[in-house]
């Protein structure tokens, strides 16, 4: 074989044996066990998101072994039984100390399908993902082995409608609602937000990262955005996959052929353009390192080129939840995630030689789906955008010396004033704190506050919980008494959150970041003329240095771990503790918090620079 990864079972008896029994349970040819394998897996939990999972999975394993034999026009190959990973649900644990988990879970799928891919030594896969981080899971495992595979999303969930009023519902409705005082209210709407089944429907992370994954050529563009229950999923796409997955054999075109650097530069644009979530600035670099490229920020865009992009480059063009009126299914009614892809490449904004799963470059593929212009309504043009500006900003300034704090923009309702915000700080050690104020005092958050939330990040929660209770909460808060109440966080956010939200901020309070050094009542200033984040008062060495002394000793008479910490109470949160790197770096889980590459490589340059062809003036090269 061309590459050792991919592994084959010789004539060892021992070896055969369960191999030859599987075959004939399985219905194939016991001859084929010597040839390489191939398999699908799928991606479930609990939660409406993962129901459809297993159905698409046993489809296209089907349509798989019917396309296996060792007749001359199948393919010769051994067909393994499928597999799947566990992950929890962000939009049952959100809010509670088991969201812990829910990062965490991008890890473990990743090591679970580290397993299989690599001791099974498939030479072609299928995946079939839901909800948010398994399939970044997926996809760093699937880039990691190197062998052709191809991804397709289960699918986002309808949304729910309220029967009394027809308003269209989705899960952040039902958090926003949260701190009504009105129970059978609050019961109504949690009954009526999420019927049937499917990952969360708004440009929520499900939806980001899916996106991401079609525009980074890992799948097939037409299969994003379908709802989960199409049946198309179960009919007509497993043959397609099928048919891909064959090509990509034959031609032996493995995911790092695809997923290189100005494929990652598209995907990330492309999450500008739909308002996505901030959560894809924490899972690009986990991708990209996957992919062979140790620093997403380094090697494939810088942050200060990532701000020129967003504030000047890339509008936002789609109407969507949270922070617009749509769903994804909304989207694919209107011609799917290849109209915003061929309206960015049609500006200059994206390089269309890229290949993709499909074996034809991006623009290609857009062309071959023979996709639609845009609507003008669930979907903008560049030249009249729904927003002028992309959806995401990263800030810098003496609480970000990482440059790690992430805003998303399109989601600000309020409190922005020549593009900058001054509060107030309101120290909250943890969520749970926060969410007692919220529920129990209310009335004690004033204009201009702004919230911190600290030790909620990834060595110091552990795991690094998103926070969409709270910001659901407040974003209901400040509608109602029409003030402006800012929150930011080491921890991070969901893809539904909405409100001056400013996530990642890093170092984290756990390892002594500058957020821990912050107290009551100090002057937080968010600029986004200079994409900066400030404490005032840190300002003063007299002040920082005597705070930082303060913070030292708490760690040291704590045994060396800040006592605001959160419980590291098992084994798999131990871990997240001592190995969890910055959020700037994917914050996985690297033992010494030294990020590890299976087979580095150079992020060659194209030569292709994204430009927006209606706003010549921002023509900048970096």
């Not at 074989?1 to 016991?30: C, F, W, Y």
């Not at 090591?111 to 839901?130: F, K, N, Q, R």
């Not at 919980?465 to 509608?479: A, K, N, Q, V």
């Amino acid at each position: 074989m061309k590459n050792s990864r991919t592994v084959l079972i010789d004539r060892h008896p021992g070896r055969s044996a369960q191999t030859i029994g599987l075959a004939r349970e399985l219905g194939t040819d016991p001859e084929l066990i010597h040839e390489p394998s191939v398999g699908v897996v799928g991606t479930k939990g609990d939660s409406q998101c993962y129901l459809g999972v297993q159905a698409k999975v046993e489809a296209i394993h089907q349509t798989l072994k019917s396309h296996v034999g060792s007749e001359a026009d199948k393919l010769r190959l051994r067909l393994v039984q499928p597999e799947y990973t566990i992950a929890t649900s962000d939009g049952i644990r959100n809010g509670t100390r088991e969201m812990r988990y829910s990062l965490i879970g991008r890890e473990v799928t990743h090591d679970a399908l580290c397993e299989h891919l690599e001791a099974t030594g498939l030479a072609g896969t299928i995946a079939v993902v839901a909800c948010d981080k398994p399939p970044v899971g997926t996809l760093a495992a699937i880039l990691e082995h190197n062998q052709p595979a191809i991804i397709m999303s289960d699918g986002p969930i309808r949304p729910g409608h309220d029967p009394n009023t027809g308003e269209a519902l989705d899960i952040v409705s039902a958090y926003q609602v949260a701190g009504n005082p009105d129970a059978e209210f609050r019961h109504h709407i949690s009954c009526h937000a999420c019927p049937g089944f499917g990952s969360c429907g708004g440009m929520f992370t499900y939806n980001t990262m899916q996106t991401f994954i079609g525009v980074v050529g890992l799948q097939p563009l037409e299969m994003v955005a379908p709802p989960s229950d199409d049946p198309r999923r179960l009919t007509e796409f497993p043959e397609v996959l099928v048919k891909h997955l064959a090509s990509m054999i034959e031609k032996d075109l493995k995911p790092r052929d695809i997923v290189v650097r100005d494929s990652l530069r598209n995907a990330m644009i492309v999450a500008m353009a739909i308002g996505g979530s901030t959560n894809v600035t924490l899972h690009a670099p986990e991708i990209a390192r996957a992919a062979g490229y140790a620093d997403f920020w380094k090697e494939i865009i810088t942050p200060e080129e990532f701000n020129h992009l967003s504030q000047h480059v890339v509008p936002v063009l789609t109407d969507a939840r949270p922070y617009g009126k749509y769903s994804m299914v909304d989207i694919d009614a209107v011609g799917g995630v290849q109209v915003i892809v061929r309206e960015l490449l049609e500006a200059g904004l994206l390089n269309g030689d890229v290949l993709t799963c499909t074996g034809e470059t991006l623009a290609e593929q857009v062309k071959r789906l023979e996709t639609k212009k845009v609507d003008g309504k669930v979907i903008y043009p560049v030249e009249k955008p729904y927003k002028p500006t992309g959806g995401l900003r990263v800030l810098g300034g003496n609480l970000s010396p990482d440059f790690s704090a992430i805003l998303k923009l399109a989601g600000v309702e309020v409190g922005l004033e020549d593009n900058r915000f001054v509060g107030k700080a309101r120290v909250f050690e943890g969520e749970a704190g926060l969410l007692k104020a919220l529920d129990e005092t209310p009335e004690t958050f004033e204009n201009n506050d702004m919230i911190i939330v600290r030790y909620e990040g990834p060595s110091g929660a552990p795991g690094m919980p998103e926070m969409l209770d709270p910001t659901s909460r407040i974003t209901t808060l400040c509608r109602e008494r029409g003030i402006a109440v800012g929150l930011m966080t080491d921890a991070r956010f969901s893809g539904g959150s909405v409100g001056l939200v400013i996530g990642h901020v890093g170092p984290e309070a756990a390892l002594g970041g500058p957020i821990a050094l912050i107290e009551d009542g100090d002057e937080i200033v968010a600029d986004l003329n200079t994409n900066e984040l400030s404490c005032t008062a840190l300002d003063d060495k007299a002040t920082r240095d005597a705070r930082q002394a303060k913070w030292d000793k708490e760690v040291a008479d704590n045994g060396g771990i800040h006592p605001n910490c959160g419980i590291a109470d098992t084994r798999l949160l131990h871990r997240a503790r001592h190995t969890a790197v910055p959020a700037t770096r994917g914050g996985g889980l690297h033992p010494n918090r030294e990020v590890w590459v299976r087979e580095p490589r150079t992020a060659d340059r194209s030569g292709f620079s994204p430009k927006n062809k209606y706003r010549p003036q921002t023509d900048k090269t970096f």
